[in-house]
């Protein structure tokens, strides 16, 4: 069992950055591959970017690539997500999520691949 704890969301001018933090609690974070996945109003939650149990790999959505950065320090039980060059359709409650069952794999980009998810951070990018 654990529990996500998303911080870091704000309201951010676009071309702007925001890092986001999620804090694992329970058992060891290192054992789980976290992911993050956002959902907009009106939308389906979506992937954004995941990380593998020893941050060796990582993923990201085509529409963040080059933008957004996921990490992980197993010591403070904590993945991060640093977004840079924000954009309006960035905007989107952003939600952390932790499998602990596999290690990084194509499944990672589902919902259904992750046991666990925090309640989300809300992050508003104005144009």
């Known amino acids: 069992q654990v529990q996500l704890v998303e911080s870091g969301g704000g309201l951010v001018q676009a071309g702007g950055s925001l890092r986001l933090s999620c804090a694992a609690s329970?058992?060891?974070?290192?054992?789980?591959?976290m992911g993050w996945f956002r959902q907009a109003p009106g939308k389906e939650r979506e992937f954004v970017a995941a990380?593998?149990?020893?941050?060796?790999?990582?993923y990201y959505a085509d529409s963040v690539q080059g933008r957004f950065t996921i990490s992980r320090d197993n010591a403070k039980n904590t993945v991060y997500l640093q977004m840079t060059s924000l954009k309006p359709e960035d905007t989107a409650i952003y939600y952390c999520a932790a499998d602990g069952g596999q290690n990084l794999r194509r499944s990672h980009y589902y919902t259904y691949a992750y046991d666990y998810w925090g309640q989300g951070t809300q992050v508003t990018v104005s144009s």
């Open positions: 990380i593998s149990r020893h941050g060796a790999g990582t």
């Open positions: 329970g058992r060891t974070s290192s054992t789980y591959t």
